[in-house]
């Protein structure tokens, strides 16, 4: 049987789970993984390619990405749980502005507010 | 071209009590949202609109659309000049009526909670109460105090957001439905509509628009409504996604031929559908995959002896009126 691997990573929605997911797809094909992928958006992806200079058999990888719950602040959270005919002005101000705010990184960066650009090392991850 | 007809004889029974059915039990009131089962399939119209089963619970994508469709109505009639509010203003209103009609009182919890929505299907778990206020914030953002399309007012000086409009199409057959606004963009007019979705925006998703059963009856309602011909639908979609909502403008158009042929198909469809309960309300097998799948596919795959304590068990009854004023 050829080695399987696993990866999960769980956070709050919109954290970069998925993005981050995908660079380390791109770095485990170049080293030969097949990949299983299970996202948010449902998408199953399995992805096969030939380990360089290799005839032993394949080997696999499996990434979840689990949401465990809304990306949003404390703040917005707790304003979010409660009553909105009790809102004060104040309240709607910060719930707008965070939204805005959202959107002025969204539109900086042309990605989710929170998904950065990480180096991913497979070797610190556990798979080489 | 068409002609319109304005005998009012046969309806006007039904209509005092607010009925879209004749006394036999026919529709007369058609609306874009019952004409498209007819169309699709008798059995399928018999079970929504005229039994009135719904899948049980809330629809997520069905709340989430009306939430955000009527907070930019709300915007946009707020804004209307001649008194119309500031665009900060509208903006704190708007979300606060939405955050308000997205809060269930009964529960004492939000509507769209995204711990309820999280193992639902497709993108429908994106349609969340946080989703929902981000899309008006963002959508506002971009197009509230910049956008190059203005609300057009009547002739009586209301500003043309969310009208309900009723015209004949034969003696017996009335078109009714809601527009959710006539804008000036460049030199002419458009019926503006609002959509949601989980698919990514392009050429290839504003496609599905032409031909479409909703867009045809709007283009040609606006015409009525507006007494002049307009230039088309204008189709301000949104993509939802995880962490972000896209938009996209996009138009469809119809010719006064392309409209004439719609109306005399609808009638067609619809005389076809009359006859449909003579034969037992038939079974159209091969429209029941489309979609991602028709809600009774789990009635229709039984056999006809229990159809019905299938439909009682697994259904709840919301009946669809197309004259109800919104």
Known sequence: MPPKMKITLEGPQGTGKSIFAWFIIEKALESGFDIKLYDASDTITSRASRRKNSTGPKRSLEIRCLQTGANMSDTLAELFSRDPLKYSEQDLETIIAEYQEKRQLFMATGKAPTATKRPVDLAGLGLL | ?326
């Open chain 2, 1 to 326: 071209m068409m002609q319109w007809v304005h005998d009012e004889m046969p309806r006007l029974k039904a209509e005092a009590n607010g009925s879209p059915y004749l006394p036999d039990g026919r529709q007369w009131a058609w609306d874009s949202s019952s004409l498209g089962p007819a169309k699709d399939c008798a059995r399928k119209y018999f079970y929504q609109q005229i039994l009135g089963y719904r899948q049980k619970g809330e629809n997520a994508h069905l709340t989430f659309g009306r939430l955000y469709a009527s907070a930019l109505e709300t915007y946009h009639k707020l804004r209307a000049e001649p008194n119309g509010l500031s665009h900060r203003d509208a903006l704190y209103n708007v979300v606060h009526k939405t955050m308000t009609a997205s809060w269930d009182f009964d529960r004492d919890k939000p509507r769209l909670d995204s711990e309820e929505l999280r193992d639902l299907p497709g993108s429908a778990r994106y349609k969340t109460r946080e989703n929902l206020i981000r899309s008006i914030v963002w959508y506002l953002d971009q197009f509230g105090d910049n956008d190059p399309c203005k609300t057009v007012h009547l002739a009586d000086g209301t500003p043309a957001v969310e009208l309900s409009f009723r015209f004949q199409l034969t003696e017996e057959i009335w078109l009714c439905g809601h527009l959710d606004r006539l804008v000036q963009y460049g030199d002419g007019i458009y019926v503006q509509d609002q959509k949601t979705t989980g698919s990514t925006l392009g050429g290839y998703y504003f496609k599905r628009y032409n031909p479409d059963n909703q867009m045809s009856l709007y283009s040609i309602a606006a015409d009525v409504v507006w007494k002049t011909p307009v230039k088309g639908v204008m189709i301000d979609a949104a993509q939802i996604a995880v962490g972000f909502t896209r938009f996209e403008r996009g138009f469809t158009f119809r010719t006064s031929e392309q409209s004439a042929e719609w109306l005399h198909d609808a009638e067609y469809h619809i005389k076809m559908i009359w006859r449909a309960a003579d034969e037992g309300w038939p079974m159209n097998d091969s429209a029941c995959q489309k979609y991602g799948g028709c809600p009774f596919l789990d009635v229709c795959s039984k056999s006809p002896q229990v159809r019905e304590d299938f439909l009682e068990s697994g259904y709840e009854k919301r009946v669809w009126n197309p004259l109800e004023v919104r």
